[in-house]
């Protein structure tokens, strides 16, 4: 009997200890993990899971997207879809930068997960907007004159471009953590914002530039143009929706601590979902499709020039009539030929009559093999 109330005793105390620790353990998240990443199954804030599950979708689909590159790399022939190949790689690994980059603002902050948002934030966003703007000078070329940069261009562009927000986000660590010894953590939204001049810059000269990717004779390239200016408006919106946000909108609404991760967090996922829906998946589209042959001869284009009778004449049998009455109609033009021959008068010697005959003579056989149409 002894045994039996010491069993019931120790179930009673597990039981109780699990209701204790359930109650101090967020609902949908494991008793082992730890109070950091909290957000990433919390129940009670499920801004955390969505953008969680969001940026997942977001990572797999750009991972999809490379792979599709890698495998129909060998068979894409095309110099002007082959060339930038190498742009597309960065583009995607720079959206692929933005999704991963969304998981550090869910997980609530530290000193190192602050250092790591604060310089991988504006550098992903130069590399994307440094592909776009090498993109927009490739179709700019390829719309006026038919011809694309080379591959090392135009990656070359787009690193170059991004080495300078690189720095930019280094010498702000270094004045803010290493010489003023400040936290990472303990930042203003609006230095926050400043540090990201440099990519603002980028976005808005880009857009201004992708417009003349309209202007050009090369109208097959053109869709292309139009789906690069279509990615950076509503890069753009989204720009200036989450600055006004953070920068104002959170402290008028006195939710300036909870609000900013989350805006940010936000403002990562949507442009990574814009940079893939209106510009990498119809570029990866573009580039694996087939050519079009150029020598294929278009039978309904009037434009082009017709091709000679008298290539046809040696191997088709003609009917009867037709050979008939192109026999008679050649002897009229001798008849008349001779006639006119008759009629010049005094000619200077006899050497220049026989001289016209001759030529008189091997004339039609002369208007038959250069005829035109």
């Not at 998981?103 to 504006?122: K, P, Y």
Request: some cysteine; hydrophobic content about 50%; aromatic content about 14%.
């Amino acid at each position: 009997m002894k045994t039996y109330r010491a069993i019931g005793f120790f179930l009673l105390f597990v039981i109780s200890y699990g209701s204790s620790e359930n109650s101090s353990t967020p609902r949908g998240c494991g008793l082992d993990l730890l109070p950091q990443y909290i957000y990433l199954c919390d129940l009670d804030a499920i801004w955390g899971i969505v953008l969680e599950a969001v940026a997942g979708a977001g990572v797999l689909t750009t991972l999809l997207l490379m792979l599709i590159l890698l495998v129909r790399l060998p068979f894409i022939k095309d110099k002007e879809k082959k060339s930038p190949l190498g742009m597309h790689f960065l583009f995607l690994f720079g959206t692929l930068g933005l999704f991963g980059l969304t998981f550090t603002f869910i997980i609530q902050e530290d000193e190192m997960v602050c250092s790591t948002r604060r310089f991988l934030w504006g550098v992903i966003f130069a590399l994307c907007f440094s592909c776009l703007l090498a993109q927009a000078w490739r179709l700019r070329r390829l719309v006026r004159h038919g011809k694309s940069p080379s591959g090392w261009h135009l990656a070359g562009v787009s690193i170059c471009l991004m080495l300078v927000q690189v720095i930019i986000a280094t010498e702000w660590l270094i004045l803010t953590v290493v010489r003023d010894n400040k936290l990472a953590c303990s930042y203003e939204p609006m230095d926050f914002a400043m540090a990201s001049i440099y990519v603002m810059f980028l976005m808005v000269f880009t857009m201004g530039f992708s417009f003349f990717t309209l202007c050009g004779k090369f109208k097959k390239w053109k869709k292309n143009g139009v789906c690069l200016i279509i990615t950076l408006f509503f890069s753009i919106l989204i720009w200036v929706a989450w600055m006004t946000m953070y920068l104002f909108g959170n402290a008028e609404l006195q939710r300036r601590d909870k609000w900013s991760d989350p805006t940010l967090a936000i403002a990562l996922v949507s442009s990574g979902w814009v940079f893939v829906i209106f510009h990498a998946i119809p570029e990866v589209h573009c580039t694996i499709l087939p050519s079009q042959q150029e020598n294929t001869p278009n039978y309904f284009d009037t434009s082009q020039p017709r091709m000679r009778e008298t290539a046809f004449e040696e191997d088709i049998q003609l009917p009867r009539s037709y050979m008939e009455n192109k026999a008679f109609s050649m002897d009229e033009h001798n008849a008349d030929v001779t006639e006119l021959i008759n009629r010049v008068p005094n000619p200077a010697s006899d050497e220049i009559v026989w001289n016209f005959r001759a030529y008189a003579k091997i004339w039609p056989d002369f208007t038959n093999c250069y005829s035109i149409d």
